[in-house]
Nanobody, 116 residues
Framework: QVQLVESGGGLVQAGGSLRLSCAAS????????MGWYRQAPEKRRELVAT???????NYAESMKGRVTISRDNAKYTVYLQMNSLKLEDTAAYYC??????????WGQGTQVSVSS
């Protein structure tokens, strides 16, 4: 099993920045891809960004230019730097990972709230 623990969420004013972190533990050797999804109230969970073990990234169109995903393979940690935050970025942000066999793991989520 893989456990994912997020940190770094909080309340920020529109236009501000936050950096989320997610540390993996357990059977970390299984991890290949890592990333972030988010879910706003009454909306479906959606992709924010993903990153492969080799560093290839994929971003949601709505987030391109405002977020940067990175990872430290030695620490089994993935980061999400978010800039120019908007009210509509308010959501629970979930850490995600996927093994080379396709098994997915999720964190408990960290809340990001953007105020005007």
């Amino acid at each position: 099993q893989v456990q994912l623990v997020e940190s770094g969420g909080g309340l920020v004013q529109a236009g501000g920045s936050l950096r989320l972190s997610c540390a993996a533990s357990g059977s970390t050797f299984r991890i290949n891809d890592m990333g972030w999804y988010r879910q706003a109230p009454e909306k479906r969970r959606e992709l924010v960004a993903t990153i492969t073990r080799g560093g290839s990234t994929n971003y949601a169109e709505s987030m391109k230019g405002r977020v940067t995903i990175s990872r430290d393979n030695a620490k089994y940690t993935v980061y999400l730097q978010m800039n120019s935050l908007k009210l509509e970025d308010t959501a629970a942000y979930y850490c995600w990972s996927r093994s080379s066999f396709g098994q997915e793991y999720w964190g408990q989520g960290t809340q990001v709230s953007v105020s005007s």
